[in-house]
């Protein structure tokens, strides 16, 4: 098998993904599409464990792309990569020349690239310039967000996006400190969070002060929420006929949005009761897993990053109609 992703990159449940996708892709000419490629954890497993299937690989990321495309290089033409985000997928497939896939892989949130490169500014555990943007060239960044917006905007922000408690208290001391200076680096904003949480809520929280509303800008900064609502039809629209779709959630929010999607593609698009359901208004997906997967504690010990994980998936129906 061959394996050249680096050490220091663990994909989230990769067995599983791999048997739940497999299955799709044993024959010749099978395309595999991996819509949040990162470094090509997934991909390399997926191509090496199906010799017959071939890559459409998709990431924001510039950077993450290049470390891909060399981790990927030993399969050759099996593999083809663009820059997009996932809601993109129509686009991508259309200039790829596939009108339908065989399975499709969402590996939500963040890459293990933008996690360990500092001045990309998403971790709160060590100081840079506040950015958090998933393509560093495009769009405003966290700096420009919690410079700009209003109190109840930013309330707002937290609170969905990082479900934070003190949501308003962190909004508050964030215009007040700004209008002092504006706010640069992720180390002034973890004070500036940390000291508008009251001390026994910091005592109760397992995790950093800073982590839900870290994450929250993230999400906001990048749009996720929204890219995510659309690139879930689009990638049910790309399987072809007993096509397979995984997602793997690590917010609540994301979660929601593929259980709801779901459970609305599963069903029978007729009232409920009647004694027969005519073929083509059978339910067009089945699910694959019941409820959301989690990683084994053996999987959370060796890598903590999985621990929020949630796995679904669906299998497309070979004969009912789009």
Excluded: W
Excluded at 69 to 79: E, I, P
Excluded at 232 to 254: I, Q
Excluded at 266 to 280: C, E, F, N, T
């Amino acid at each position: 098998m061959v394996n050249p992703v680096g050490p220091t990159h663990v994909p989230v449940m990769r067995a599983r993904i791999v048997e739940l996708l497999a299955p799709a892709l044993q024959h010749p000419g099978a395309v595999y599409v991996d819509c949040t490629l990162g470094l090509g954890g997934h991909a390399a497993a997926v191509l090496s464990t199906c010799p017959h299937s071939r890559l459409v690989g998709i990431d924001r990321d510039p950077a993450a792309l290049a470390v891909a495309r060399r981790n990927l290089a030993g399969f050759g033409d099996r593999v083809r990569l663009y820059q997009a985000i996932y809601h993109e997928l129509s686009e991508v497939l259309e200039e790829d020349e596939t009108p339908a896939v065989d399975a499709i892989c969402m590996d939500l949130g963040l890459s293990s690239l933008q996690i360990d490169t500092t001045e990309r500014g998403f971790a709160y555990a060590s100081d840079a310039p506040l950015d958090m943007r998933m393509d560093a060239e495009a769009g405003p960044t966290a700096a420009d967000l919690v410079n700009s917006c209003g109190v109840s905007e930013l309330t707002r922000i937290l609170r969905e996006y990082g479900e934070e408690r003190f949501a308003d208290r962190i909004a508050r001391r964030i215009v007040a400190a700004r209008a002092e200076a504006r706010i640069e680096t992720s180390a002034q904003l973890v004070a500036l969070i940390t000291d508008a949480i009251p001390m026994a809520a910091r005592k109760e929280r397992s995790g950093h002060p800073a982590k839900r509303s870290f994450q929250a800008l993230r999400i906001a900064v990048n749009g996720e929420l929204d890219s995510l609502a659309d690139a879930l039809p689009a990638a049910l629209a790309a399987l072809a006929p007993g096509g397979r779709l995984a997602v793997l959630a690590y917010h609540s929010g994301e979660d929601r949005l593929v259980k709801r999607s779901f459970a609305d593609a599963s069903a029978d698009r007729v009232p409920p009761g009647l004694p027969d359901v005519p073929v083509a208004l059978r339910a067009r997906f089945g699910l694959l897993t019941r409820g959301a997967e989690r990683p084994a504690e053996a999987e959370i010990a060796e890598n903590p990053r999985a621990a929020s994980a949630r796995l679904r998936a669906v299998v497309r129906n070979q004969e009912v109609a789009a």
